[in-house]
């Protein structure tokens, strides 16, 4: 157990740090109980509590620690639950706040995280180098997929996925601005102010809970003459206020895409203790700027050294965040190794607050002057030109070894903990994302930003300016404005090195890391060059430098360098990866936002749809569709209602909903001009009154969609096309009205949606329509097959169509959408009376089938001619032009042999084929047979008694009445090929 | 997501209104049944996709509902000009936009050799 309740831990400092302990709150890790301050991250809580041991590493499971402060954090991943359903893995100790209740778990570690099993893979590790998957894991081939891929995946990855539905809200909010900041540090803050006082529409974002950015690990800095961070604080007021800002902190700008548009993550209530129902979990905002300032500061890089890795072992700047934001000390006797005088900073903060500190350790000769005279002061013991060339420690660091630079004679220094600092690498990430270019700057080796590609500024920390005047003047400059704003820090900083240290060059073997999350050291990299990768993007993907989570933030640099170094190239000739979005990790909820469930996709319904669902239909989803598929009755089974469905339709009658049908209205003098062009057939000669079946090809010559068109009058023509063809087909249209026909005087209104269409079919179908029709004779001789006339049915004004999908005497009645279940009801009590039924769309596709009549995309693939399909009857051999005329002349669409469609019908009537099946003329041949083509529609047709199936066989036509065969898994089957109308050949019904 | 200035509605709107619609200024020969096979091929089949400086159609299919042409940079992605369809190939003013602007795989590994 720990302490009592308000142990706020061992490692508090008294008078350190901005939080207080008003409020507290409790947590596990591990199942122990601490107490966290508000304010606290689950990194700096723990800290406090002495608990540096966090997490084990990805491949070797070696002990690790909390490296950093903030996002870029490789190391501290951990699984955080509020409640079964809501956990999340890999999440950042050094981003997520604790929040009362939290249980936090620690990753990658069996049975504990103090004896972990998979640490044998530390003791193995020269058999895990880079490569070493792509190497082993080769042969036998069968083996990769039953015992190869399992252990690696089990082994591979840190966290487990929830199994539970995630039941938080996300949201997703549009917005505009003249000005985006991204980073509210001194640069951000100074910017927003100077572009608010020019009455822009500004919105500033800050990945942290409060703004301040590098100020957070700061005490000295001074602005306005106040305390950097209570400038800050002051700042982000005063902006709130101004109407014309928005200040949106915790909120990480994750993606800068074309044109301004920015991606930004809000996590709105992670941090709270209970959150409210009625707030989302996370937002996505998604942003036009007119302008983006860039002011995401830099991210401190470590040193490269043996055995760099041990908790205890972190960032200088991390350490000072600790103390002077979270007042908690990382150790009692701390190191220090850099090559950089930021490092220095931290060791004066923590030697004032009460702790010791061993040494510093500098690897360069000549760090700067009054860093060095500071430190002097203090009593502080300054190792310069030595260098860090081991640690010691098993589950915490216990020791450095130090060694002048270039001499063997080493000593070792007791530590608790060792901050480091190899300088600083420029956040250049959205900088790069907005596709603008990079320079390397020689001098300081950093990448900085170089052309623009957009309309966006860089400034302060991430653009390379140190000095803090200069970085203040910058920025007021950056937001347009005008601004007074004073400020001082006590040291400039000099120094930096990329690449790995002293004791872990070329010559060694030891274990200097690079990447941390991926367990990257600098030796890997060597071996990839070795190994013949000599660009960076090989070198990144064979090692996988910089691929985890983190994306490189650390490690990106430091692998560049010595790479660079084995090539014996100068870096920017190396290369330099490609900085994608997201910056960090985005959950699949705030992208998703309100788009799962239900309303993941529109569904659309037809006006009859309800009174379907009431007479007990199965629907189906055909595109963003429902449509009703079958209508059981009790105790019928799919195949049961599906026979009676079709017996009905052809005994008395049935009724169908054919509202999803594409309806286009084509309208205007040149229209019938219009449809000679889009459609094979010829429109000119269709009186009003009269409908054609019409067949729509491409250019190519292939047939794109087909449908019934009526013509209403010399300039209105009713076009109908299939339910999913009806965007495209559209579209199809406007375009060549608008960029090939233009001259042409026609109007095209979509109006599918305008129209609910009753279908009535079968011998009783005028019977049961007859009465409620006015105005019309709809007798055989007034109005024949493929007829059209307006009218009202019930009062209610209609067209009325001649025809059929089924081969039976057939209407479709089209009312307005708003009347459509008020007439299928009526529609349906005459019929029921009658003993018609309802049939839905299983029934309509075997009926069909019964007639041979094609469904575009089913028996067709977007290779078939109308004369493949049978339907050659349908282009108009004396128009001079139509969209496919010359794509139909082509030599391979017309020679001999093409694949035609045609019946087949099984030697044993109750084989039903499988759509899809592939068709052989000899089934004793030797494989890879040859395949004459695939079968296209299948069916159990109750009213022939028999199996139905079309199928696309070469040269089909001139095999009817031969025999081919359907190899199948288990047996093969004999069929005989037919013509492709299997019931009432004749074809008498439909005029009845 | 890219900001599309549409000819007709003279308003910057973004890129979800619109829809891609293939290379420009590709005329459908007047007598099209009577051309080559050759000929053929090389209005139905054959597209240049260059590199850089490239005419495309674009509709705004959730706008106005009209075709109009584009000119637009492949590598910045950037549009240079929008017109209305049926004018003549526009000149583009000079920019120099079409420099490469990010490292890629090519430049690295022909220096690499």
């Not at chain 1, 142990?7 to 409790?26: E, W």
């Not at chain 1, 949201?171 to 006082?197: E, F, K, W």
């Not at chain 1, 990448?447 to 860089?458: G, T």
């Not at chain 1, 006339?789 to 009062?795: F, L, N, P």
Request: hydrophobic letters at 40%.
């Amino acid at each position: 157990m720990s302490g009592p309740a308000n142990n706020l831990g061992a490692f508090r400092i008294k008078g350190a740090g901005r939080l207080t302990p008003a409020r507290t709150s409790r947590f596990t890790f591990d199942g122990k109980s601490y107490t966290a301050m508000e304010g606290d991250t689950v990194a700096s809580a723990l800290l406090a509590h002495g608990v540096h041991l966090i997490g084990r590493s990805f491949k070797y499971h070696r002990p690790r620690g909390v490296l950093s402060a903030g996002p870029e954090e490789p190391n501290a991943l951990l699984d955080v639950s509020r409640d079964a359903a809501r956990r999340q893995p890999n999440v950042r100790a050094t981003v997520q706040e604790v929040f009362d209740g939290a249980k936090i778990s620690s990753q990658n570690r069996w049975p504990s995280l103090a004896f972990d099993v998979g640490a044998v893979n530390n003791l193995m590790s020269p058999f895990f180098a880079a490569g070493f998957y792509y190497k082993t894991f080769m042969w036998p081939k069968e083996a990769w997929t039953k015992i190869y891929e399992p252990i690696i995946r089990r082994a591979a990855g840190l966290g487990v996925a929830p199994t539970e539905e995630d039941p938080d809200r996300y949201a997703n909010r549009y917005a505009h601005c003249d000005v985006l900041i991204a980073g509210a540090g001194v640069a951000g803050l100074t910017a927003a102010l100077s572009a608010a006082a020019t009455g822009a529409e500004v919105i500033l974002v800050d990945e942290q809970p409060e703004v301040g950015g590098a100020l957070h690990s700061d005490a000295t800095t001074t602005i306005d003459g106040k305390n950097g961070f209570d400038w800050a604080q002051g700042a982000a007021a005063k902006l709130k206020a101004m109407p014309n800002v928005r200040v949106l902190t915790r909120t990480t700008v994750f993606g800068y895409y074309n044109h301004g548009f920015l991606g930004l993550a809000e996590r709105v209530s992670d941090h709270l203790d209970r959150p409210g129902r009625d707030v989302p979990r996370e937002r996505l905002w998604q942003v036009r700027a007119g302008r983006v300032i860039i002011a995401t500061g830099s991210i401190e890089r470590h040193m490269v050294f043996a055995n760099n890795d041990r908790p205890g072992i972190m960032l200088a700047s991390a350490a000072r965040t600790f103390l002077n934001h979270h007042g908690v000390a990382v150790g009692r006797r701390v190191g220090v190794y850099t090559a950089h005088d930021s490092a220095y900073e931290a060791a004066f903060d923590l030697k004032r607050a009460g702790v010791a500190i061993a040494a510093i350790v500098d690897c360069r000769e000549q760090p700067g002057e009054a860093v060095l005279a500071e430190a002097r002061l203090l009593g502080i013991d300054v190792l310069t030109g030595h260098s860090v060339t081991n640690t010691g420690g098993r589950l915490r660091i216990n020791s450095m070894t130090v060694a002048r630079n270039g001499n063997f004679d080493i000593r070792k220094i007791k530590v608790d903990a060792l901050i480091v600092s190899a300088g600083w690498t420029p956040s250049v990430h959205l900088f790069s994302q907005s596709r603008g270019k990079l320079r390397y700057d020689e001098a300081q080796q950093r990448f900085l930003p170089d052309i623009y590609a957009q309309d966006c500024v860089s400034v302060g920390g991430c653009k390379g300016t140190d000095d803090l005047a200069e970085l203040i003047d910058e920025a007021i400059t950056a937001g347009g404005g005008r601004l007074a704003l004073v400020g001082e820090n006590r040291f400039d900083w000099t120094g930096g090195m990329i690449g790995a240290g002293e004791g872990a060059g070329p010559d060694t073997t030891v274990k200097a890391f690079v990447d941390f999350q991926h367990d990257v050291t600098a030796k890997d990299i060597r071996l990839a060059v070795r190994e013949g990768m000599h660009s960076i993007e090989h070198i990144k993907r064979f090692t996988t430098n910089g691929m985890a989570s983190d994306q490189g933030k650390l490690s990106n640099m430091h692998g560049l360098a010595i790479a660079a170094e084995m090539l014996d190239r100068p870096i920017p000739k190396v290369g330099l990866t490609t900085f994608r979005a997201p910056y960090t990790p985005v959950t699949y909820g705030t992208l998703v936002g309100h788009s799962r469930g239900d309303l993941f996709d529109p569904t659309r319904k037809t006006p009859m749809h309800d009174l379907e669902a009431a007479a007990g239909a199965e629907f189906e989803d055909v595109g963003n569709w429902k449509r009703a598929w079958y209508f059981p009755r009790r105790g019928e089974d799919m195949v049961a209602a599906v026979n009676r469905e079709c017996r009905t339709v052809r005994d008395v009658a049935g009724v169908f909903d054919a509202s999803t049908l594409g309806k286009i209205e084509v309208v205007g003098p040149d229209a019938a001009q219009f449809l000679n062009l889009l459609y094979t057939n010829a429109w000119d000669t269709l009186k009003p009154g009269k409908c054609r079946y019409g067949i729509m090809t491409r250019e190519d010559g292939f047939i794109y969609d087909d449908g019934v068109v009526g013509r209403l009058a010399e300039d209105r023509f009713h076009v109908t096309t299939t339910t999913g063809g009806a965007p495209r087909v559209l579209n199809h249209m406007e375009d060549y009205l608008q960029t090939e026909f233009p001259h042409l005087k026609v109007w095209l209104t979509s109006t599918t949606e305008q129209w609910a269409v009753i279908a009535v079919q079968g011998p009783k179908a005028r019977e049961i329509i007859a009465p409620l029709v006015e105005g019309l004779d709809i007798s055989n001789e007034a109005f024949p097959h493929m007829s059209v006339a307006e009218c009202t049915v019930m009062g209610v004004p209609a067209r009325l169509f001649r025809m059929s999908f089924t081969g039976e005497l057939g209407f479709e009645v089209n009312v307005p959408a708003d009347y459509g279940a008020a007439v299928w009801q009526a529609i349906w009590e005459r019929a029921e009376r009658m003993g018609a039924c309802l049939y839905g769309t299983e029934s309509m596709h075997v009926l069909r089938a019964e007639k041979g009549y094609l469904i575009v995309g089913q028996d067709t693939d977007g290779t078939v001619t109308p004369d493949d399909s049978g339907y050659g009857w349908a282009v108009s051999k004396k128009k001079t032009d139509f969209v496919g005329i010359r794509g139909l002349k082509r030599p391979d669409l017309v020679r001999d042999g093409r694949k035609q469609l045609v019946g087949l019908v099984t030697n044993r009537p109750s084989d039903v084929l499988e759509e899809g099946a592939q068709i052989v003329a000899d089934p004793n041949q030797p494989k890879p047979m040859t395949m004459l083509g695939h079968v296209t529609s299948a069916y159990w047709s109750e009213n022939c008694g028999r199996s139905i199936a079309m199928a696309l066989v070469a040269g089909g036509r001139s095999l009817i009445g031969q025999t081919l065969f359907i190899p199948m898994k288990d047996r093969t089957i004999a069929v005989e090929v037919t013509d492709t109308v299997f019931f009432d050949k004749e074809g008498g019904r439909i005029h009845g | 997501m890219l900001l599309i200035h549409c000819p007709y509605c003279e308003e910057d709107r973004s890129e979800l209104e619109f829809r891609w619609a293939g290379e420009a200024h590709i005329a459908r020969p007047e007598n099209i049944a009577a051309i080559s096979d050759e000929e053929f091929a090389e209005f139905f089949f054959l597209r240049n996709n260059e590199k850089g400086l490239t005419y495309e159609r674009w509709r705004h299919i959730h706008g106005c509902g009209r075709f109009f042409n584009a000119a637009r940079d492949t590598v910045s992605d950037r549009f240079l000009m929008t017109y209305k369809a049926g004018l003549p190939k526009q000149q583009v003013p000079e920019t120099g936009a079409s420099e490469k602007t990010v490292e890629t795989y090519e430049a690295t590994e022909g220096d690499a050799r």
